[in-house]
Nanobody, 123 residues
């Protein structure tokens, strides 16, 4: 059974950085499409970044140039490096994955989801 566990969230001041991690079990990172999403109270879930099997990366316009998605196949871990954080980045962040899928759009409805990690950015 595939399990995804996020970590690395926390509170940071505007302009700061955080790196989120998503550890997978029951899933081989080397194939499949993966992504990071976020949701804040009263707002719809938003696709933030995704990495496919090539790997090619895509980002939401709101985070381009500030966030970087990457993966370590040996560690079965997905990362989201977040720099120059803004208060509007405050949200619960989720990782998601679909094994065996070569490509996915940034807002893809993935097969597996983590429980989320909270990111809070203060001004």
């Amino acid at each position: 059974q595939v399990q995804l566990v996020e970590s690395g969230g926390g509170s940071v001041q505007a302009g700061g950085s955080l790196r989120l991690s998503c550890a997978a079990s029951g899933y081989t990172w080397s194939s499949g499409c993966m992504g990071w999403f976020r949701q804040s109270p009263g707002k719809e879930r938003e696709g933030v970044a995704r990495i496919d099997s090539d790997p090619n990366r895509a980002y939401a316009e709101s985070v381009k140039g500030r966030f970087t998605i990457s993966k370590d196949n040996a560690k079965n871990t997905l990362y989201l490096q977040m720099n120059s954080l803004k208060p509007e980045d405050t949200a619960m962040y989720y990782c998601a994955a679909t094994p065996g899928r070569w490509y996915c759009p940034i807002s893809f409805g993935h097969s597996y989801w983590g429980q989320g990690t909270q990111v809070t950015v203060s001004s």
